[in-house]
Nanobody, 130 residues
């Protein structure tokens, strides 16, 4: 079965950096995308960045372009989110997710629509505060 486990969250000062990790297992051999999302208190979940399992192509939301970078280590089956220049408004629970598992035989979706992501990790808390 598919498992996604986030780690690396914590408390960081404004302007600081964190690297989140998403360890994956049980994903299919074919195409899928891994995305990073976040949800702050009282707000809807927001898509941040995604990466393709096939060629490593990436897409990021305007809100984090230039500050957050998604990458992957295929050998370790791990996806990362490097977060720099953190701001208090970045405080949220951060989730990784994988496409598939939404009632389709296959999917080539690549983007940040959370409805296309059927597999989710448990989340990791990121708090940016002085």
């Amino acid at each position: 079965q598919v498992q996604l486990v986030e780690s690396g969250g914590g408390l960081v000062q404004p302007g600081g950096s964190l690297r989140l990790s998403c360890a994956t297992s049980g994903l299919p051999l074919g195409y899928y995308a891994i995305g990073w999302f976040r949800q702050a208190p009282g707000k809807e979940r927001e898509g941040l960045s995604c990466i393709s399992s096939i060629d490593g192509s990436t897409r990021s939301a305007d809100s984090v372009k230039g500050r957050f970078t998604i990458s992957r280590d295929n050998a370790k089956k791990t996806v990362y989110l490097q977060m720099n220049s953190l701001k208090p408004e970045d405080t949220a629970v951060y989730y990784c997710a994988a496409t598939g598992g939404v009632g389709r035989e296959s999917s080539w979706y690549f983007g940040l629509d959370e409805e296309e992501y059927g597999y989710w990790g448990q989340g990791t808390q990121v708090t940016v505060s002085s």
